[in-house]
């Protein structure tokens, strides 16, 4: 019987816990060290995994892309100096600024894991018009679509005037910024 | 306030029976929030940090600390001991006690509420409730949250939502939890179906504490894994509904024990009363498997005792709360001596 961490395969197991990831159940038998480890960054670990398999997803479609990020040279958050390769290692990234600078990877690894790239849940008070406007822009869509499903023209057409009005503002508002 | 006053009882909630009860322990809601401006607290400078728990505490105590007694606590000012305890009653995740710099803590003792500053993000907003009221949970997480952000100003996407240090939690910043005790799910080997299924629904599981061949006191944490791209609405009711679904397979697979082997089931319970009863000494998982085979058999009745909680003994019997109640220079024998000792006089056998 192995009586070694699974983790660094160095210290004796004292901890065993049942693993689920996905819907495979294992045992795992973890050191003191690598359990308190696994403790601490559960939610990184629970990312951690999925991100092999995301990133050898990505070969092929951008190969640039995909040695960068596999040497982790030169993806580095330009504001907290970050880079990629730590984020594979820890599972944490730096600072908001990382999730721009690493958009393109960083994209593929939230839809996998979150199954979703759109926040439709609380908005601060204090964020920007423009966050409210779209997310209004996001539900007068789908009622648009239900309208036009349900064959009320009418009211669907009530829906579009809404969505083109907040799309004139939501343009007026990018302008604005742009001359900042 | 000092640790001292309350050292005879542990977190008042962990003793309190809700909804669900005896299988929903209790139901936990948190919020992930960092400051606009400041880098994450695991890439951030000493300054940064400091910063951000001015910031964050200023803002607790100006606009949620002012209703009930709240406490803040720095977490290098805190004694290894009041760390480890804040942790066995789950207050604080593990991670708080490493003590590193710029950590703080304030909590309100009596109902569970806390806010947790320079963990792996900057806020982390959490309520813990018994039973299973996930949607009050969050309710109240969610109050705290609005009061916060009248004084600071959260890092926030228009497309991605409050911005997280794990990508995992991006979004809504959002996971609720339920703790359940499922002996019978486990002893039926149920739960393997149970947890497949959860998987399936986009649902962690896993061990409240771990051991042997799995589980140990068969107490799992079950909590959402997705916080983007979904209300906040919708992830607690989710977890509502899965909750109940859990607890109605438990209470199948009872019935299911009762039927099929009453006199194996008895035998089981008490066996592991036997040993609580006459124990000279006893580990901490050990004393979680027994604790969770013995209340079986109350809830179940088969053993006439007085139902107790399940939480707050399994607390009293951790390594920090008897080492407090022994003294410091407790060796490791005296601490198991006093768990078997402790865990009768808790039962009260
Ligand atoms: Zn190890
Ligand atoms: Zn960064």
Redesign the interface.
Known sequence: MNIFCDECKKNIATVFLTKISGTEVSKVQLCEECAKRMEETTEAVNLLAFLPQVLSSLQGVEENLVEDILTGELLTCGSCGTSFNDFQKMGLLGCADCYREFSDALHRVIIEFQESDEHIGKIPGRASEGARLRRRLLDLEKHLQQKIAEEEYEAAAAVRDQIREIEVRLNADVMESDKE | MTRNNRAASVADWLGTEGPGYPLVLSSRARLAR?L?GV??P??AGEEDLERARGMVLEAVSKRVADDRDWDIRFAEELSRDELGMMTEEHLT???FADRMGGRAVALSWKDGRSVTVNE?DHVRIQVIMPGAQFMEAWREA?KI??CM??EV???????????T????????G??VSAMLHLPALVSTGEI?RT??AL??A?V????LY??????VGNMFQISN????????EFIVRSMDTVVNQVADNERTARKMMLRESELGLADGVYRSLGIVERARKMGFFEALELISQVKLGIEMDLIPMDDFSILEVGVEVGETHLRERLGNDAEKEDVERERAVHLRRMLAL
Do not use: M
């Open positions: 960092n606009e880098h994450f695991c890439s995740s593990r991670s792996e969610d949250d609005s952000e009248e100003q959260y890092s926030f996407d228009q497309e991605l939502g409050y911005l240090s794990c990508p995992s939690n991006v979004g809504t959002l996971r393997a947890i497949s998987g399936q986009g962690y599981v896993r061990g771990g051991e042997g061949s799995g589980v894994r997705q916080t983007l791209g979904r209300t906040e």
